[in-house]
């Protein structure tokens, strides 16, 4: 359901196919006119050697002649659909059809196409099932009628509830007289970064892509300014960015030289994807992807997901110069640093038909993308789809009308909160050119509700700003939710996803690691109520401690409980990393209930853990120790809820070194 492609196809039909399978002995015309009968061949010799104006003024000559001239009408509907007039096209296909029915029926065929790029969904339908009724018709356009029929029959009925889409321009900011498309945002929604094509001074009529930057100041976004660094003689285009803004994967694309547009860019393929670093506020020199992500073919739209652990990109095969086989593809970071073997996804994502401008929401679960093969409007529409329990993704929901039209809709970008979305859109109204807009999400096609953790990490004595390793965890299954680390300024940004327990965890070597939790169980995600926490981290010394935050235990009992699992994990890769370290193992209760049992419980507890090192990562028992000192040493006095509940802990100090 490609216009571009509809027009083509019967552009390419005019006077062929009128001499075949019709009703009529060989050599035969629907008229009789010898006048019109020779104005119409006339037209069919110039349509032939490329003389369109002249064949078109023939065939009118001819239908003054006989209106009823059923060939001459196709001929001339087909000329108007290749010059983007539908409303003629419509009009004589029409005409053709009311002369006789019968007469051939690939009429219905294209006169239904002329009627569903004008968006006549109802219409549309009616006429693709009529031609499907006949009896003598090619297997090949059978296939497309049906496929046709499958997104009029959609769009016939979704047309009737318009969901209400208002766009607003994003401002003078972001937009100017060029064009500006492809947005990407940071995750806390306060730098916006989009592509704008940007005038050659020294060739007239050509435009150089490049990244800009805004950053909102209370509602409003700043004037944007180019990025240094990334910008070079070629073209860049389609951002991402991770969610603290520290990464940024782009496409960048050859000339026909070969030419990436700067010295070091060297790419496997037409478009290849690249990244580059802030350091210092700067952005570093970009680098290539690598060959597992880039091939000789194209490789474009980047989308990296908040978790710092996965890259979607659009991957197209090339084939006599043309791009065929475009769809969706994902590769993850493993443990090495490196990008697994993209894997492509599957069908409620891909289909036959091309997709393109993918988007991985900052929750995590929730894919938006275009594509042409899913029922829809026509042409490329935006979908979305949402991950599964089982990691798989769900069928692929259209975002709906008047979002969606018969023409190509793609670049959309949800902001983090989830409730305002951006696209571009060359309407009325704007700067010039593409605009960038922003409009209301519906309730039903929003991402799921998040909010975020920032701060700021640094050395406990001396109050320097330190570079760590940040994880968040799911204390439900212990699995890594989010892999990031803090700059040199020590500063840290993460998205978290309503609805469940987390561990933080930081680490740096010579340190302590240090852990926390949050927990949103039945809590309603609030974005405009981040988490804001500043981690000191201890170095490795003797006498230095550290409370292991994410220990649970069932009210006055020792066992382990299953969401400690990641915690003990971190304690045992600590122990592992720093090989020559004695530790001991301290229970602490409040000061409630009986001090004997409560000397039995600390010690207890100290002993599960100590139990759970060594069995599961097979520490030797000479390094550790545990000892259950009850209320004797609380951290703060006893006398409320809250204070007895942080008195009740586990940690471990150190030994020796």
Not at 256 to 283: H, L, M, P, T
Not at 474 to 502: H, R
Not at 559 to 564: N, V
Not at 589 to 595: F, I, M, R, Y
Request: overall charge neutral; aromatic content about 14%.
């Amino acid at each position: 359901m490609f216009t571009r492609y509809i027009i083509s196809l019967l552009f390419v039909f005019a006077f062929t196919y009128v001499k075949s399978q019709k009703p009529l002995p060989p050599g035969q015309y629907s008229s009789t006119n010898k006048k019109a009968i020779k104005f119409y061949e006339q037209g069919e010799k110039y349509f032939q050697v490329k003389r369109d104006a002249e064949a078109e003024k023939e065939l009118e000559k001819a239908l003054k002649e006989d209106d009823k001239f059923i060939e001459a009408h196709m001929a001339y509907a087909q000329i108007q659909a290749g010059k983007g007039k539908l409303d003629l096209a419509e009009f004589h296909y029409k005409k053709a059809i009311d002369v006789n029915p019968k007469f051939y029926s690939r009429m219905f065929f294209d006169y239904a196409l002329v009627l569903f790029m004008q968006a006549k969904y109802a219409d549309a339908k009616a006429n693709f099932e009529t031609y499907l009724k006949f009896e003598r018709i090619s297997p090949a356009t059978k296939e497309e009628a049906l496929f046709y029929l499958k997104h009029a029959t959609f769009a016939a009925e979704a047309i009737k509830k318009p969901k209400p889409f208002k766009l607003i321009n994003a401002g003078k900011g972001i937009n100017s007289e060029n064009n500006e498309y492809f947005p990407a945002i940071t995750g806390d929604g306060k730098q916006f970064l989009f592509t704008r094509a940007v005038p050659i001074e020294e060739a007239k009529g050509m435009f150089n892509e490049d990244f800009f930057t805004s950053k909102k100041v209370e509602n409003d976004w700043q004037t944007a300014y180019p990025i240094l660094n990334i910008n070079s003689l070629g073209n860049e285009g389609a951002p991402s960015l991770s969610a603290d803004g520290n990464i940024m994967f782009f496409a960048s694309c050859s000339d026909e030289f070969g030419d990436y547009g700067a010295q070091d860019r060297k790419g496997y393929g037409s478009c290849d994807i690249f990244y580059a670093q802030k350091v210092n506020g700067k952005w570093s020199r970009p680098r290539n992807a690598g060959s597992t992500i880039n091939t000789s073919h194209w490789e474009t739209q980047p989308s990296f997901s908040s978790d710092g652990k996965t890259l979607y990109f659009v991957r197209g095969i090339i084939s006599r110069g043309n791009i065929k086989e475009q769809d969706i593809y994902m590769s993850t970071i493993g443990a090495d640093g490196k990008f697994s073997v993209p894997v492509k996804l599957g069908d409620n994502i891909n289909t036959p038909y091309r997709e393109e401008s993918v988007f991985i929401h900052p929750d995590n679960q929730t894919l938006y993308f275009s594509s042409e093969g899913h029922p829809g409007f026509g042409s490329l529409d935006i979908f979305m789809s949402k991950r599964q329990a089982d990691g798989s993704w769900g069928p692929a929901i259209n975002l709906g009308y008047p979002l969606n039209t018969v023409q190509d809709e793609n670049s959309l970008l949800v902001g983090p909160e989830g409730n305002i979305a951006y696209l571009a859109s060359n309407r009325e109204g704007g700067y010039g050119g593409l605009d960038i807009y922003q409009f209301e999400m519906p309730e039903d096609v929003r991402p799921e509700k998040i909010t975020y953790t920032k701060g700021k990490i640094y050395n406990a004595k001396t109050k320097e700003p330190l570079e760590a390793n940040f994880e968040l965890i799911d204390l439900s299954n212990s699995e890594t939710v989010t892999q990031s680390f803090s700059g040199i300024d020590g500063q840290f940004f993460v998205t978290l996803t309503a609805n469940k327990n987390y561990m933080v965890n930081v680490n740096r070597p010579g340190f302590l690691f240090y852990s926390d939790n949050f927990s949103l169980k039945g809590i309603e995600a609030d974005f405009n109520k981040p988490f804001v926490i500043d981690i000191p981290l201890q170095s490795i010394d003797t006498g230095s401690t550290v409370e292991l935050k994410n220990i649970f235990f069932d009210v006055n009992k020792w066992d382990l409980k299953p969401e400690s699992k990641a915690e003990l994990n971190k304690l045992i890769d600590f122990l592992t990393k720093n090989p020559t370290l004695k530790i001991e193992l301290g229970g602490h209760t409040d000061n409630s209930g009986d001090k004997k049992f409560n000397q039995t419980l600390s010690a207890n507890r100290a002993k599960s853990v100590y139990d759970y090192v060594i069995v599961n990562g097979k520490i030797p028992a000479n390094r550790m120790s545990f000892k259950g000192y009850a209320e004797t040493r609380p951290k703060v006095p006893n006398d409320s809820p809250e204070n007895k509940a942080k008195n009740r802990r586990t940690e471990f100090k150190v030994i020796s070194k």
